[in-house]
T-cell receptor
Framework: NAGVTQTPKFQVLKTGQSMTLQCAQD?????MSWYRQDPGMGLRLIHYSVGAGITDQGEVPNGYNVSRSTTEDFPLRLLSAAPSQTSVYFC????????????FGSGTRLTVV | AQSVAQPEDQVNVAEGNPLTVKCTYSVSGNPYLFWYVQYPNRGLQFLLKYITGDNLVKGSYGFEAEFNKSQTSFHLKKPSALVSDSALYFCAVRDGNTDKLIFGTGTRLQVFP
């Protein structure tokens, strides 16, 4: 009964480094999304996926890549980290039908120095 | 474009008093509305949703929300606040075209003993 699992929980990067934030869900959910949370700005959608092999951009996709090779996993890649990407990142998943809500992971706190 | 607004950054209420956290929305078509709560250093937890039907929706932890179509509002309410209700509350609306979830900026609820 793990739900949505995000790793790592905390990460410090230097400007220009790359890394991958991992997200896995064991509920066989079709939809998965990545959000970033910044003070005073709520949650903003980075990328989302409606199923394996299908991804699309959200509000703030620049500097991030995603892929969805399996239903379970939806990793978020930072290509060249910038201080503006310092944030808390949340992965979420849900069933495909419209009336279901998202289940969120516990988040990854990323600091870029 | 679909959007939600949470006009109050913070709401303060005394324990035992009723609480209201405000949310207004702008959507084309039928609104699918959600409330989530975030406790410190945790992910978002689903509280309740409005899809169709009764305008008063009951959710987790004694919370309820009133859907008002004429005022395009979906305010979160609780008859008697608890100190443990202190958290960050997010209103969200589903984008009917893409099934993405669009969040408000959040309202911090402080319940004082």
């Amino acid at each position: 009964n793990a739900g949505v699992t995000q790793t790592p929980k905390f990460q410090v990067l230097k400007t220009g480094q790359s890394m991958t934030l991992q997200c896995a869900q064991d509920m066989n959910h079709e939809y998965m999304s990545w959000y970033r949370q910044d003070p005073g700005m709520g949650l903003r959608l980075i990328h989302y996926s409606v199923g394996a092999g299908i991804t699309d951009q959200g509000e703030v996709p620049n500097g991030y890549n995603v892929s969805r090779s399996t239903t379970e996993d939806f990793p978020l890649r930072l290509l060249s980290a910038a201080p503006s990407q310092t944030s808390v990142y949340f992965c979420a998943s849900k069933r495909g039908a419209a009336n279901y809500g998202y289940t969120f992971g516990s988040g990854t706190r990323l600091t870029v120095v | 474009a679909q959007s939600v607004a949470q006009p109050e950054d913070q709401v303060n209420v005394a324990e035992g008093n009723p609480l209201t956290v405000k949310c207004t929305y702008s959507v084309s078509g039928n609104p699918y509305l959600f409330w989530y709560v975030q406790y410190p250093n945790r992910g978002l937890q689903f509280l309740l949703k409005y899809i169709t039907g009764d305008n008063l929706v009951k959710g987790s932890y004694g919370f309820e929300a009133e859907f008002n179509k004429s005022q395009t509002s979906f305010h979160l309410k609780k008859p008697s606040a608890l100190v443990s209700d202190s958290a960050l509350y997010f209103c969200a609306v589903r984008d009917g075209n893409t099934d993405k979830l669009i969040f408000g900026t959040g309202t911090r609820l402080q319940v004082f003993p």
